[in-house]
């Protein structure tokens, strides 16, 4: 049940916010989303934008997201030929939303070999943080029922960590610091790092969050964020060489 289909009134009003929050997929409050017509989300502003320093420009930025979404869905739709048009559409659509049968289709039409440079580079750059969403919300899912058990979450920490480990040259390549998913990508690409005793790679990935921070440097939480790693590479290096 689509509770954008439903009349508030109709139930209680807790309740239906609470439904309202969760299907559209918000991760946290404040949290700000785009949505067409038919209750279908066409763009979000997470938390990381709302308490960025210009939060009034996150708005103007997604807001454009939000019509550029449209318009491109339309054109997928009256072009579903087009590899570049409906690959760009994905794109947009991924990021708001993960879809198996999407990211297939996405990955269909990048096998045609007739995306347009810019988009294929979006793609390289997209592919990483789509991976470790996958990857984070099985975490999520096994943290729930073990949250209680210290180490069933270190567990299953130090798996998210080997698992984003081993896709770490793909993520360190990329320049987008933007992006909110990064950050977490490149913190467990960090601690699977240390854990196995690579040294350098820790370094570059703790490289990679200090840039990010630049953005954040009036938020204590991201600066707490990079902080807990900072201090774990120093740790961990201190007596090491290179990577192993």
Do not use: C
Request: glycine share 6%; aromatic share 10%; hydrophobic share 40%.
């Amino acid at each position: 049940m689509d509770v954008t289909k439903v009349n508030p009134r109709s139930m209680p009003r807790e309740e239906w916010e609470k439904t309202l929050f969760s299907q559209k997929g918000a991760r946290g409050w404040p949290y700000t989303i785009f949505m067409d017509a038919d209750g279908n989300v066409v763009a979000k502003i997470p938390l990381e934008g709302l308490f960025g320093d210009n939060p009034e420009q996150a708005v103007r930025e997604t807001l454009a997201e939000a019509r550029a979404f449209v318009d491109l869905q339309a054109q997928a739709a009256a072009h579903p030929e087009d590899a570049d048009t409906n690959a760009r559409h994905l794109l947009l659509k991924l990021k708001l939303s993960r879809s198996d049968e999407d990211w297939k289709k996405l990955e269909g039409f990048v096998a045609t070999g007739k995306l347009a440079p810019e988009t294929l580079a979006r793609y390289k750059a997209f592919k990483p943080g789509y991976v470790f969403d996958g990857m984070w919300e099985d975490f999520l899912k096994g943290y729930q029922g073990a949250s209680n058990d210290p180490e069933k979450v270190k567990a299953l920490e130090a798996k998210l960590a080997a698992d984003t480990l081993k896709m770490h040259d793909e993520a360190l390549a990329i320049e987008d610091v933007k992006n909110s998913k990064f950050p977490y990508y490149w913190n467990f690409t960090g601690m699977g790092a240390i854990a196995a005793g690579k040294p350098e790679t820790a370094k570059k990935a703790l490289a990679k969050l200090e840039t990010w921070l630049e953005g954040y440097k009036n938020n204590p939480r991201a600066k707490a964020f990079v902080d807990r790693l900072r201090k774990k590479v120093e740790a961990s290096t201190a007596d090491q060489g290179g990577d192993k």
